[in-house]
Nanobody, 119 residues
Framework: QVQLVESGGGLVQPGGSLRLSCAAS???????????MGWYRQAPGKQRELVAA????????YADSVKGRFTISRDNVAKNTMYLQMNTLKLEDTAVYYC?????????WGQGTQVTVSS
């Protein structure tokens, strides 16, 4: 069993930056068997979409809308924390952002953190 807690959301002006964090807790075995990770977002009236993904092998994948602006990473020491660095934020990045981790074929989700981009 893995519990995920996101942090770092907030209100930012267009062109600004935010860094989201996702901390995983649970049994040591569950943490060590986390493989794929990802950040998703859901804007009002829209479906949840994949923003960025990171595989256990270190490969990354980004939605076209965030390529070159967002960076997903993992704490390589603690192994239980994931980040999403968001730069040059746009109005359309406004959404609730969720982190997702896969451990032993089970997907875990955080509660979400609100990101609002507004002038």
């Amino acid at each position: 069993q893995v519990q995920l807690v996101e942090s770092g959301g907030g209100l930012v002006q267009p062109g600004g930056s935010l860094r989201l964090s996702c901390a995983a807790s649970g049994t040591i075995f569950s943490i060590l068997t986390i493989t794929d990770m990802g950040w998703y977002r859901q804007a009002p009236g829209k479906q949840r979409e994949l923003v960025a993904a990171l595989t256990s092998g270190g490969s990354t994948n980004y939605a076209d809308s965030v390529k070159g602006r967002f960076t997903i990473s993992r704490d390589n020491v603690a192994k239980n924390t994931m980040y999403l660095q968001m730069n040059t934020l746009k109005l359309e990045d406004t959404a609730v952002y969720y982190c997702n981790m896969i451990s032993r074929a089970t997907a875990y989700w955080g509660q979400g953190t609100q990101v609002t981009v507004s002038s």
